[in-house]
């Protein structure tokens, strides 16, 4: 097994200090209590000035870097990034990563107990948007004594809460890293999104949300996680990674049966996919990527722009069609005509959506330069 | 109602007359019964040397121009290319169009009866492809006595019969157009596919196939068709139809109930193609497109285009990313290589895969050059 330097991680809980009225969410409605679940990588310095906050996209959970246990056969979904030497180098800085709320990985969520019940929130889950998430990282940091961020960052859904920190607590984010990105998503990646959302409603064992104790609606999940896969990757790398293989072998298709082999990677990957997420934080999760409007939020793009002090660094990736490069540079010209401190690249991969947990070596070299160079 | 010209036409149904050893198929297994159906728009000329014959796509039909009573509200789907004084001209050209095998609008598919059992074939249909098909095409032209074809022409599965059709037949076929296809898909489209067929096949009342006389999968089937749209539009297009717009006029997006206009035109979409399309059908068809690869069959890409005696117009469309232009280049390069009379022709429309039933006005004027030129 290849161990990285980071070895063991432990995971952390830690249940948020609330006011009587309970947590209160974008939407008015509350939840009175708040579980976060996180992971540290790296020591915070005396004076507390060298945290870094990853933020994690839709499927990702707080176990960025190391290995969890010494069974633990697959490190963190960022250990490229993360470690001794690494882009996000805990030899000087201290990572932290932190489930998202609404999330499945030991944050509060959908299959969260409700404690007015005590059973399963399901569907009376609130609806919970990216500011929300962030407003919980904000308390997170509180309870851990941190004031100021040297830097968030995030792919995807995790580059939406680093834009998100960097408008709503401007004073706190030094430095903000947006991967593969978007201050709102595309009429495409929506309708994406609500097929998923469709895969599992549709699924009889779905059942209204009320599925906890019994079996999952994991057919519906596992379709949703097989449209969700073919967005993250692209067309050419598909062609490169499957072509037109069959499964057993040439020739093939003339048998009911027969598999080509993307069609055998993505049901095992749908699969796989069952065993660890839950079907309810798929849709709360999707749901709040679809609501994220950073414009409509702020009163538009221009007064957003204009409350930010970061310095930011956005990087896209030229296959991604799911959160493509446009998208990226209206944030970027936003930023820039807002007299922002911004830097922009687009980084030539094959890999579609997935680049930013993919392309270490090319996005390294950019973030240690972005994370290591003055601020203007 | 605007009535085209055309007007009213008749669905005709033969039943193909087979050796006793029934159909044979190139899997080598037969069918004792081919029923066809189709559709005939304007007369043939004495010397039957008018023939044109359209091929449809996956979810197409027989019908494809004029209505099929004075209650249809819809005109046949490509009644913008088929009439007096249209592309595909009714005043010199006698057009037919016949419902694919496999298919469930009147040709032997999947839910017609076995006659070996008195009960629909369900799985036990067999596997068929676009070879299969044009056989079946072919056999329909010997019933009605026509020997040579003016020109095939199709887009998307219909481009790939029309190709089908020079190769294996380049005695009788004298012009191809061939619009949005491709000769072999590629990984991301047959990832597609297999995503329709598991949301299908997920589906409890999909039964394995046997749901005839019984509630079909309804929910399964419309997934899969949500998925499928999404495919055939361009992200351009579903920016301009629907952008970021709330069903329920704005603002939204903080009740779990909220819904994008995307949102509820795709299950719109999904669940009226449930009342007219049979999920086996889908399944079957989705597989002969994954499993055509033109080059495969003939030996390689330079001996299959060797035979090929017609002349042909390829058309691709710009935003077309489900059948790529690079995909239409490839037949023709494989075609010009071959020394053979090809035209191609990438037209500029937002439309995407669509745009080949859509961008009527745009390609009407090459096709019509095509059918009233010369060959060469």
Sequence with gaps: MNRTSIGIVEP??????????????????????VVVQYEQYGEPNERRDNIILVLHAFSGDAHAAGFQ????????????????????????????????????????????????????????????????????????????????????????????????????????VERAIVLASTSRLNSQGIAFNAVGRNAIMSDPQWNDGNYYGGPPPAQGLAVARMVGHITYLSSESMRQKFGRRFQSGRPGGLAFDDQFEVESYLAYQGEKFVDRFDANSYIY????????????????????????????????????????????????????????????????????????????????????????????
Tied chains: 1, 2.
């Design 285 to 376: 999760l999707t749901k709040a990527m679809d609501y994220y409007d950073l414009a409509e939020s702020w009163g538009g793009m221009a007064p957003a722009m204009e409350r930010v002090r970061s310095a930011l660094l956005v990087l896209s990736y030229s296959s991604d069609w799911l959160f493509p490069t446009e998208q990226s540079k209206e944030v970027v010209y936003a930023l820039a005509r807002a007299g922002k401190d911004v830097s922009f690249n687009e980084i030539q991969s094959p890999y579609g959506h997935d680049s930013f947990l993919l392309e270490a070596s090319l996005q390294s070299e950019l973030i240690t330069a972005f994370l290591t160079g003055k601020k203007r």
């Design 12 to 33: 952390h809980q830690v249940s948020l200090t609330l006011p009587p009225e309970g947590f209160v969410l974008e939407s008015g409605r509350t939840l009175p209590e």
């Design 69 to 172: 246990s010494a069974q633990e056969t697959r490190a963190g979904w960022w250990d490229d990034m993360i470690g001794p030497g690494k882009a996000f180098d805990t030899d000087r800085f201290c990572v932290l990563c932190s489930n998202v709320l609404g999330g499945c990985q030991g944050t509060t969520g959908p299959g969260s107990t409700n404690p007015a019940t005590g059973t399963p929130y399901g569907l009376d889950f609130p609806v919970v948007t990216i500011g929300d998430m962030v407003e919980v990282q904000r308390r997170l940091m509180e309870e851990l004594d941190i004031t100021r961020l040297y830097a968030v960052a995030g792919g995807s859904m995790g580059g939406m809460q680093a834009l998100e920190w960097t408008v709503r607590f401007p004073d706190v």
